[in-house]
């Protein structure tokens, strides 16, 4: 009877262990998704609360570091935001996005190194992760090299060919390479995407004029003036000042 009464006992804690558990796993993920929507409502520091809490309930739940890493990134806590990503990724060691959102952190803190380890670890993870390529390229970019921008952009522009973001700086990177036929063709591209974006279209004019194309130049002068006064007056002055030295983002 000692025996069977002590069965009982133990089954009875297993049950009530096991059913605190499960609460706390579901009150975990409910506060992950409220601290999501609370992100995408531009409300992070009342998602830093949600997510800590499921934290609390729930130590070992990847998805809400990654979540916390996005809410302190966006507050421009970046060392905060790397803290959360790792401890995402030491989670789940195979957390692509995780490892693409911390090199971006890496980048706003001038931790370049660090920053390329971390895209080339999420590309390891997925090679057709069309942002982390992206990323790897604009950060080439940042640090002028411009050829390996070049590359990285190239295979983002594969992944994702009516990126518009993508064209524009996969282009300047041509242009700075002096590959100003390529630059034009991506940036045009670019521009047909996105027909409101006025650096877009700055970009172009002055590519233009680096090829001795006048008559282009001018045309997209036109363009820019309903949709940039300032740029278009900048792009202008080049046409006609002759001032223009290099291409360049405004």
């Known amino acids: 009877m000692k025996n069977t009464a002590l069965q009982i006992c133990l089954i009875i804690l297993l049950t009530t262990f096991t059913t605190q558990a499960q609460n706390e796993a579901r009150q975990a993920e409910a506060d992950n998704i409220q601290g999501v929507a609370q992100i995408n409502g531009g409300r992070y520091e009342a998602a830093l609360e949600s997510l800590n809490r499921a934290i609390r309930l729930q130590p070992d739940y990847p998805k809400a ?110 242009s700075r390479q002096k590959r100003y036929r390529e630059a034009i063709s991506e940036i045009q ?10 650096d877009a279209q700055f970009l172009l004019g002055n590519l233009y004029l680096l090829a001795k194309d006048k008559q282009s130049a001018l045309a997209q002068y036109e363009k820019i003036k309903s949709l940039n006064p300032a740029l278009a007056q900048k792009l202008y002055q080049s046409i006609y000042g002759d001032k223009l030295l290099t291409v360049s983002y405004p």
């Open 189 to 198: 591209k670019a521009v047909s995407l996105n027909q409101n974006d006025s």
């Open 65 to 174: 570091f990654y979540n916390l890493g996005t809410a302190h990134f966006h507050l421009k806590q970046f060392e905060k935001a790397i803290e959360a990503f790792q401890k995402a990724i030491k989670l789940f060691p195979a957390y692509t996005e995780a490892y693409n959102q911390l090199g971006v952190a890496y980048t706003e803190t001038a931790q370049y190194k660090e920053a390329i380890d971390a895209f080339e670890k999420a590309i390891r993870l997925k090679p057709d992760s069309a942002n982390a390529f992206y990323n790897l390229g604009c950060l080439y970019i940042r640090l002028k090299k411009f050829k390996e921008a070049g590359a990285a952009l190239e295979k983002a522009r594969r992944l994702a060919p009516e990126n518009a973001e993508t064209r524009l700086n996969l282009g300047y990177s041509y």
